[in-house]
């Protein structure tokens, strides 16, 4: 599987298919590499609970909105799922699965993508890979030292498994207060953060975070959606809330063998510690165009690499667009990347 085209876009996610129905409509020769064997990109593999802060309705990517099921206010994973495969079709995108791109390297006047499968030529590349297969996990002392068992975000299913044990969950965001959230009721959990937990307002929801990403985008003063807090009181998040779950302790200082010790001297024994820490860019693929890859950011105007400028990065975070790692987000910036790649194809010979 090789070819040649004008844009290669690495990944076949959220931010990748937003890519793909724009460079559809810019009628640009263009391919999409996923390396995940089904339709879904991350939304495949989230915990059993795990739902959209918003209406379907508020969470579109370009063209065409998530369809709405009556027994369901806040979509499932699974919704999203089935949503991102039908917009494939829908689109007739082309999609190739399962590719995962090795390298990409400069060659001349144009970028070479070598693949698990075959290598592409194009004139720009768009990475989408994202950052779900790039887990965070802090350098902690003692995380050899512990017996119990340590999981990330990522391997995290559903709360059963830790019926009657002692579990630590740590983070700061909406992973950490959702899975406390589930696992505070069949288990003793404590929650421990490096900050201070910041909790929106109850009445602010996906709804209210669209609004003001939409407004941030098109450049309106005022602060961004971080500035309201940074974990969506969700009705499970509420309820242990009420139940007085909500009550983070500061970051142990190590691991023991059994537990963690605090900063006082004091050790808690624990069964497991769920690490929901984030993850960081997923750009081992870019290694030979980004010098700064291995520090988990890339440089970039907008979405282009200041140190490729046939490279665009999206959905990586706020720092390649305000929210583009939200499927509304992701279709924004999109569509500046595909307007100002098309606008430069038309210079060329």
């Not at 505070?184 to 996906?206: C, I, K, N, Q, Y």
Request: hydrophobic content about 40%; aromatic content about 8%.
């Amino acid at each position: 599987m090789s070819g040649s085209c004008d844009v290669v876009v690495v990944g076949g996610g959220q931010a990748g298919l937003a890519a793909g129905y724009y460079l559809r409509r810019a009628r640009l020769d263009h391919v999409i590499l996923d390396a995940q064997p089904q339709p879904g990109g991350a939304w495949r593999h989230g915990w059993d609970s795990l739902r959209l802060f918003s209406p379907a309705e508020y969470s579109p990517l370009p063209g065409w909105g998530m369809p709405r099921q009556e027994s369901e206010e806040f979509p499932t994973a699974g919704h999203v799922v089935d949503y991102l495969q039908a917009y494939e079709q829908r689109y007739e995108l082309r999609v190739h699965r399962p590719v995962r791109a090795r390298e990409v390297r400069r060659a001349g006047d144009r970028l070479t993508v070598d693949t698990d499968a075959g290598t592409w030529s194009a004139r720009y590349v768009i990475s989408a890979t994202g950052t779900w297969e790039c887990p965070y996990v802090p350098d902690i002392p003692g995380r050899e030292q512990f017996a119990g068992r340590q999981l990330h975000t990522v391997h995290y299913t559903s709360p059963e498994e830790f019926r009657g044990q002692r579990v630590v969950i740590v983070g700061g965001g909406n992973s950490a207060a959702q899975i406390l959230a589930e696992v505070s009721r069949v288990a003793e959990a404590t929650w421990v953060t490096l900050h201070p937990a910041r909790l929106m307002p109850d009445d602010v929801d996906g709804r209210v975070l669209f609004g003001v990403a939409t407004r941030k985008a098109a450049g309106a003063a005022g602060g961004g959606v971080s500035e309201l807090g940074d974990i969506v009181m969700v009705p499970s998040v509420r309820e242990a809330r009420d139940c007085g779950v909500l009550h983070p302790r500061p970051m142990f200082v190590r691991l023991t063998e059994r537990g963690v010790r605090w900063a006082d001297g004091t050790e808690e024994p624990c069964d497991a510690v769920i690490w929901c820490t984030g993850f960081r860019p997923n750009l081992t693929h870019l290694a030979p165009l980004l010098p700064g890859w291995r520090q988990g950011k890339a440089v970039v105007e907008g979405t282009r690499s200041v140190d490729e400028d046939r490279l665009y990065l999206l959905g990586y975070g706020d720092w390649t667009g305000a929210a583009s790692a939200t499927l509304v987000g992701a279709g924004r910036t999109a569509k500046a990347t595909v307007a100002d790649i098309a606008s430069r194809l038309r210079g060329l010979p």
